[in-house]
């Protein structure tokens, strides 16, 4: 007969008391001590911390902490520093930008979807966001809750169902870079760095600016990647297409994934490149299709100008190079057609390259580092899927590798925060702070660095 299994044995063994070497001792009783007698497990403290951190609860403990700092921050942080959000009082710190995409909801709600690019909001991207908190507009304003557009509410009831809808939906990214740093084979300690430093660099992008859009699209990338490491390229293909629905920065990532699953097989690339570049256009393309539609005149001006405005946000010095749309109106797009091209000069170096999956996220990684460097107006979150790629990334590196891209993303994520500062220095420094991290993670500059580790096999499942 088979002895019941105590909570938190893994042997179905009834722990004693903990002898004073650390080892439990198993007292006789059980029916697998009794033909032994007693057993004394030792538990060494670097076994107990890689068991813990090698736990699929992990990722998940991590995105709840992720969700309920965002939220307490929303809700008691304005109140405990006393701090005045612009309407002479106090009240709760919810981000502008995520009403005016939760207008776009309920545009989409109403069935205007052409309406999106017209309504004032904004948007310069796919409505993929907007069609996705349809729903959950429709449900704050079936319960007759205040929101906060066009005037800002000290206390709009809404938030109640879009603020935590908005923080899980960032959350979803953390635990699919955990997944990835599992399927690359970091070790327990550079896994453990890269989930706490992915959540520290996303943190802002949701709770402070709120755009789950971009952390949705940063979650399809890596859905994508995940996909190809694995060999479905058709999988990956859909969802590189779905992360392109939610922010366009994803097609950066284009070229350095169609050229990997190039990779997959020796005969009939050609086709193989044709059929995903094709499955990767139908999500976006039939929305884009909806949306031209209906206004086409708004939908090219937000998709291919992408208006910005240098004074509210962080001009850069290819701010000189966008044409003027208006007063305090550039068009971004133009010059980001710079980050087009490099992610085609990455895409080449990766198709010479022995096309390794560190190779693939470091390409992916410096494919999105380079909108921020060729970014007309900036906006402080533009860093975060970069620095998230380069991190995975730098896992598999020497030892100093990612303690140098976590240092060098922390800084960055609180330096392009705070510092409201418009001159070069401002530029110079986000870029040799991008610079930096792309060269630690390198694959080629591996050798130059102290001694690796090893990777865990604990953690290949």
Known sequence: MRARRPKGDPRGLRPGALASDGAWAYESGSADAASVGLLRVRVAPRALF????????????????????GLSFSFWWPTLIHADLGWGGYGWDTPMDLWATVRDARMVDWGDFAGVYGAGTGLVTLPGIAILLAPFAALASALHLSFSFPFPLPYPTAWYVIGPVNMVLGAVPVVLADRLAVRLGLPSGPRLASGLCTAVFLWPMVAMWGHPEDALALAGLLGSILFALEGRWVASSFAL???????????????????????????QSTRLVASALWRIGIFPGALGVITLAGAPASTLRALLDQPNYPLIDWPTPWVHLAPVAGPNVVEAGPVRWLAVGSSFAVGAWLWHSKRTPRDLVWAVGVALAARSVFEAVMVPYYIAPGLVLLLAAAGLSKRAAIWIVAASGCWLTVFVEWRWDYSWWWYLDLVAGLGISALAAAPWLGRLLPASWAPSSELSS
Do not use: H, M
């Open 50 to 69: 890689r068991a813990v951190v090698s736990e699929r609860a992990f990722p998940w403990a991590l995105a709840s902490l992720f969700v309920v700092s």
């Open 241 to 267: 297409g779905a992360a392109i629905c939610f922010q366009l920065y994803a097609a950066l990532a284009v070229v350095p994934i169609v050229v990997y699953l190039a990779g997959l097989t020796q005969k």
